[in-house]
C-alpha cells in the first residue's frame, strides 16, 4: 500500500496556510511582454515585485521612466528614456521576481522530498507491519468462513505485502543487480548495438571516408570557429566509416559540398529583450505549476496540515500508526483464538448428537425385538 496516501497526519483544525510564501502558486496575467501578477513571492514584497511587469504602462515601464526623470531641475528639458531602457529596467524586475519565486518553490520542494524520505525511512517500518497484519487478518477470516469473497479479499491483501520484484523484472532486461547490459549502453550512447559486420569497410565507403578527411580536416581551418565546425564534422564522418555506413557518407559529402550554413540575422537588442520577457513569463508558468503539483500531492497535503513543524507531524503519524498496530494485532488474536476453540466446540456438538442418537437407538431397540 503507497505508503504517502496512508498518512493521515494529525486531526484537521481551523486550515492552515500554505507551506509556500504567498503566491505560491500564484496564477496571473503573463504574456510576451511580462510576468504576471502571480509571479509574486515571499509576501507582498514579491506580488509587488512581480506584478504587471510589461511595456509601455507596466510597473517596470513607469519605473524605469521614473528613475530616468529623477534628478532633472525645474525647467530642465525632461529626457525621455530610449525604449531598450525601459525594457530592459522591465526585465531586470521581472528577473528578480521570479528569481524570489524560484526560490520559494524550491524551498518547499526540500521540504516535500525530505519529508517523503524521513517519512518512508521512519514510518515505513509500521506500514509493513500494518500490512502484515492485514493480510493475516484477512487469511483467518478467510479460513474461518470459507467464503469466496473472503478468500479474495485475503488473496489481495497478501499481494500487497509481497516482496518487490527484482532489477531484472523491473527494467525487463535493460540492467541487472551488475548495471546496464552492453545493448543498452550500447543505445543509450549512440553506439551501434550490434557489432560490425566484417573488420573493414567496403571499398566505397573508405574512398567517401579518404574524401572527406582531405577535405574537412580541421588543421586546414583558418580560425577558431573554422575549426570547430570541421571537428563536428569529422566526429560524424568518423562515427558513420566506423559503421560502414556508405548512405550517410554520401549525405555528409552532399552537406561538405554545400558549404557552411549561412548565419541568421541576429536579433535587435530589442527584440533580444522581449524574447527575454517572454520566457522569463514561460518560466513563470512552469514554475506555477510545480508548485501546484507539490501542494496537492499526498506529501504537500499533509505538510500544510503542519506548516510550522513538519518533524513533530512526523511524531504524531508515528503514534497514530502504534496505534493501529496494537489494533490490529489485538484483532488477529480475536481471530486465531476463535479458531483454536471452534473444532473442540463442533467436534464436542458431533459427540454429543452421536451419543443422543445412540441412545435413542438403544432404546427403541428392546421395543423392536
Known amino acids: 500500500m503507497p505508503q504517502e496516501a496512508r498518512g493521515e497526519g494529525p486531526e484537521q483544525g481551523p486550515e492552515q496556510p500554505s507551506v509556500v510564501p504567498e503566491g505560491v502558486p500564484g496564477e496571473g496575467p503573463a504574456g510576451p511582454a511580462g510576468v504576471g501578477s502571480g509571479a509574486g513571492v515571499a509576501g507582498q514584497k514579491g506580488a ?178 573554422e575549426r570547430a565546425r570541421r571537428d563536428e564534422f569529422i566526429s560524424r564522418v568518423n562515427a558513420a566509416y566506423a559503421r560502414g555506413d556508405e548512405p550517410l557518407l554520401r549525405e555528409l559529402a552532399e552537406e561538405w559540398a554545400a558549404g557552411p550554413v549561412p548565419e541568421e540575422r541576429r536579433p535587435s537588442r530589442a527584440e533580444e529583450l522581449y524574447a527575454r520577457l517572454e520566457w522569463l513569463a514561460q518560466r513563470k508558468e512552469l514554475l506555477s505549476a510545480l508548485a501546484r503539483e507539490l501542494e496537492e500531492g499526498a506529501i504537500g497535503s499533509m505538510l500544510r496540515l503542519a506548516p510550522d513543524d513538519p518533524d513533530r507531524l512526523l511524531e504524531e503519524i508515528a503514534e497514530q500508526l502504534l496505534a493501529q498496530v496494537a489494533e490490529k494485532e489485538t484483532e488477529l488474536a480475536g481471530w486465531l483464538d476463535s479458531a483454536d476453540h471452534g473444532p473442540s466446540t463442533t467436534t464436542e456438538q458431533t459427540t454429543t448428537g452421536q451419543t443422543t442418537h445412540g441412545q435413542t437407538a438403544n432404546e427403541q431397540g428392546p421395543a423392536a425385538d
Open 48 to 225: 509587488d515585485d512581480g506584478g504587471a511587469v510589461g511595456v509601455g504602462g507596466g510597473s517596470a515601464a513607469d519605473a524605469a521612466g521614473s528613475s530616468a526623470d529623477a534628478g532633472v531641475g525645474v525647467g530642465a528639458e525632461v529626457v525621455e528614456p530610449r525604449p531598450e531602457e525601459r525594457l530592459e529596467r522591465a526585465v531586470r524586475v521581472a528577473e528578480q521576481a521570479l528569481i524570489e519565486y524560484e526560490i520559494a518553490v524550491e524551498t518547499f520542494r526540500v521540504e516535500v522530498d525530505n519529508f517523503s524520505r524521513l517519512h518512508h525511512q521512519k514510518l515505513g517500518p509500521m506500514y509493513t507491519r500494518l500490512d502484515e497484519l492485514e493480510a493475516q487478518i484477512a487469511e483467518a477470516r478467510a479460513s474461518r468462513t470459507g467464503d469466496p469473497e473472503d478468500v479474495r479479499k485475503a488473496t489481495e491483501a497478501r499481494a500487497r505485502v509481497m516482496p518487490m520484484p527484482g532489477v531484472e523484472e523491473l527494467f525487463h532486461g535493460w540492467m541487472d543487480s551488475e548495471g546496464l547490459f552492453p545493448e543498452a549502453v550500447a543505445m543509450l550512447t549512440d553506439q551501434p548495438v550490434r557489432p560490425p559486420e566484417r573488420v573493414r569497410p567496403s571499398e566505397e565507403a573508405r574512398k567517401l571516408y579518404r574524401e572527406l578527411v582531405r577535405q574537412a580536416h580541421p588543421d586546414l581551418a583558418q580560425d577558431e570557429a
